[in-house]
C-alpha cells in the first residue's frame, strides 16, 4: 500500500506541475531530496531550498504538504516517512522524470498546438506514463465523438509503455495493439502529432516482444516517443470512406471501460 500511495502522490505533483506553473517547484524540491538523500534520509532544509530556488520555510511547507515526508525535531532537517523508504528508487526517477516533463513542456510553445497536446506530450516523452494515461483519460471521455479514438489510442500507448516498464509482457502487448488499431486511421498526422512514427514506435516495443528472450522492460533509448510534426500546424490526416473523420468510422468505437493498467 505504500508504494501506491507513493506513486498516486508523485503523480498528482507531476500533473500539477504541468497543469499549474507555481506547482513546479515542489517536483523540484523532491529531485533535490531524492539525490540529496542517497547517504541519508535525512537532508538539511536550507541545503534542498538552494537547490530548488525557494526558501527553507517554503521547501518545508511543499515536501510536509505531500505527506510523504516527516520534520526533524528542531524543524531544520526533513525525512522521507519510514513506509516509503524503500521505494526511495522511484521517489528518485519518477521525479527526475517529472521535472523533466516540464523542461519540455517549456520547450513545446508554438501557435496552434492544442495544450492537451503539448501536455501529453511533455508526460509521454518524460517517461511518465502512467501520468499520461491519467491525464488524458479524462480528455478521451470528454472528446467529441470524431476525435474520441484518437485520444483513446494515446490512452492505451500510454498504458501499454507504463506496462511494458512494468516487465508486464501480456498487457503491454494488449494494450499497444489496441491503441494502434485506434491510431492507424489518424496517419500520418492529427492534430499536430507525428502517428506515424508513433505507430513505428509501437511496433517496434511489439516486435520485441515477440522475440524469444522478450524483455519488456527496455532501456531509456528504446522507449517510444511521442513526437510532434515539426513546422507550422498542418491538420494532415487520412480519411475514411466518402470523406467521414477517422472517428466517425466503425475504427472510432471505444471498448466502454476503463483501459486496463
Request: aromatic share 6%.
Amino acid at each position: 500500500m505504500s508504494y501506491v500511495r507513493l506513486k498516486h502522490t508523485l503523480a498528482e505533483v507531476a500533473l500539477a506541475a504541468i497543469a499549474h506553473p507555481d506547482h513546479a517547484p515542489t517536483a523540484a524540491l523532491l529531485l533535490a531530496y531524492a539525490r540529496r538523500s542517497r547517504s541519508h534520509p535525512a537532508v538539511a532544509l536550507a541545503a534542498l531550498g538552494r537547490d530548488a530556488g525557494t526558501a527553507p520555510a517554503d521547501a518545508a511547507r511543499m515536501l510536509l504538504g505531500t505527506g510523504l515526508f516527516d520534520e526533524s525535531p528542531g524543524g531544520d532537517r526533513i525525512s522521507l516517512s519510514a513506509p516509503f523508504q524503500p521505494f526511495a528508487s522511484y521517489l528518485r526517477r519518477q521525479a527526475a522524470r517529472a521535472v523533466s516533463a516540464r523542461r519540455l513542456l517549456g520547450s513545446s510553445r508554438r501557435a496552434g498546438l492544442p495544450d492537451e497536446i503539448r501536455r501529453a506530450v511533455a508526460l509521454f516523452n518524460a517517461g511518465l506514463f502512467f501520468e499520461c494515461h491519467e491525464y488524458l483519460e479524462g480528455i478521451w471521455r470528454a472528446a467529441p465523438e470524431a476525435e474520441r479514438a484518437f485520444y483513446h489510442g494515446l490512452v492505451q500507448a500510454a498504458a501499454g509503455c507504463y506496462h511494458m516498464e512494468k516487465g508486464n509482457v501480456h498487457g503491454t502487448r494488449t494494450l499497444l495493439q489496441k491503441a494502434m488499431a485506434k491510431l492507424e486511421p489518424y496517419s500520418p498526422v492529427h492534430r499536430e502529432v507525428d502517428v506515424s512514427s508513433l505507430l513505428a514506435g509501437l511496433r517496434g516495443v511489439v516486435r520485441r516482444l515477440d522475440r524469444p528472450s522478450a524483455d519488456a522492460a527496455p532501456g531509456r533509448r528504446a522507449r517510444p516517443t511521442l513526437p510532434l510534426v515539426d513546422g507550422p500546424p498542418r491538420g494532415r490526416r487520412k480519411r475514411g470512406r466518402a470523406g467521414a473523420a477517422p472517428g466517425l468510422t466503425g475504427s472510432s468505437r471505444t471498448d466502454g471501460g476503463r483501459p486496463s493498467r
